[in-house]
């Protein structure tokens, strides 16, 4: 699956072209056990700024599994209403994502990374029975006053048309004169949110979203393996809230969306959350229990057309 250990008999790897890198056919996805022993053993690349190799991985024929979905939309408060929520292609691609992070190639260590931004954007409805190919591979660099970011570029197609695509920017702290345009924020709150309401989580949660999602990065799970990186107790995965907020204020019939989430401060389990709202634009925040620090802030709107669009995170044009 990925160069840092034998191939697999049933993994195919197509020849790459000039341009770009083909992917990797992977046909069994590794345990959730084996990426991170993997992304343990990244620890110990050194904190340099690089360019990103062209690597990518595939999986094709991926299910959207009736159970599999109901189960993750329970537990992030989607309902039947929404059909397939937007943020579920995101989870199925995300070993795929492990894989590439955790490559021999991939030149920063994962432990430790701070996951800053997503978009994603739904180019076509999605039911329950499709099969989807999914593809996923290195994007651009962007240079941050804390270190390198980089873009993790992720696309589903359905009989090869891209019905859905996501980007995921991940921070390496401590990389010293990082490449890349200068990364910025794209969103700003405005005075005019309110409350809407307000959300206990539970201790356990970090657990549960890990049996559904595959993400058992120990930050989440337990307090004492959240306190050896750091964390005074488990912090929930930042997909969870997101998938949460999105769930609270996405309208029903709208299946073609341009979503974008930019991660704030952790949101420590347990704990309580409060979603606040902008009556006149679709921007939402989730805040802390007393409403003055956010974990995240979004927005959400219908996307402008159905033709498929990445590598669109802002920068500072000067």
């Known amino acids: ?58 999986r094709r024929n991926v299910a959207l599994d009736a159970a599999d979905i109901a189960r993750y939309a329970r537990l992030c408060g989607f309902t039947d209403a929404h059909g397939v929520p937007p943020t579920w292609p995101h989870l199925l691609a995300f070993p795929l994502h492990m894989l590439l992070m955790t490559d021999r190639t991939f ?15 739904t180019h076509a409805p999605l039911a329950v029975g499709d099969r989807l190919d999914l593809d996923v591979r290195c994007g651009p660099l962007y240079a941050h006053d804390k270190g390198q970011v980089f873009t993790v570029l992720t696309t589903a197609r359905r009989t090869g048309e891209v019905v859905w695509s996501g980007e ?12 890349g345009a200068p990364y910025r924020a794209e ?13 206990r989580v539970p201790g ?41 907020t999105l769930a609270a204020v996405l309208p029903a019939d709208e299946r073609c969306l341009d979503l974008l989430v930019e991660f704030k401060t952790p949101l420590l389990l347990p704990g309580e959350a409060t979603l606040w709202c902008d ?40």
């Open 204 to 244: 356990d949660l970090g657990r549960q979203y890990a049996r559904v999602s595959g993400d058992y990065n120990p930050i989440h799970l337990w307090p004492i393996t959240a306190k050896w990186f750091g964390f005074p107790r488990p912090i929930i995965h930042g997909m969870w809230s997101f998938a949460r």
């Open 107 to 121: 030149p920063f260590a994962m432990l430790g990374m701070v996951h800053l931004a997503n978009r994603v954007r």
């Open 1 to 58: 699956m990925a160069n840092d250990r034998p191939r697999d008999p049933q993994d195919t790897v197509p020849p790459a072209t000039p341009t770009e890198q083909t992917a990797i056919n992977v046909t069994r996805p590794p345990s959730p056990l084996h990426l991170y022993l993997r992304a343990l053993l990244s620890s110990r690349k050194p904190a340099l700024a690089q360019a990103l190799p062209p690597l990518a991985f595939g």
């Open 187 to 199: 969103l700003s709150a405005g005075p005019s949110l309110v409350k809407t309401a307000t959300w």
């Open 168 to 179: 995921s920017l991940y921070l390496r702290t401590g990389v010293r004169a990082p490449l």
């Open 279 to 318: 009556p006149h634009r679709s921007v939402v925040e989730l805040r802390d229990a007393a409403g003055a620090v956010p974990h995240l802030r979004a927005r959400w709107q219908a996307a402008p057309d159905a033709s498929p669009s990445i590598n669109t995170f802002a920068t500072d044009p000067s």
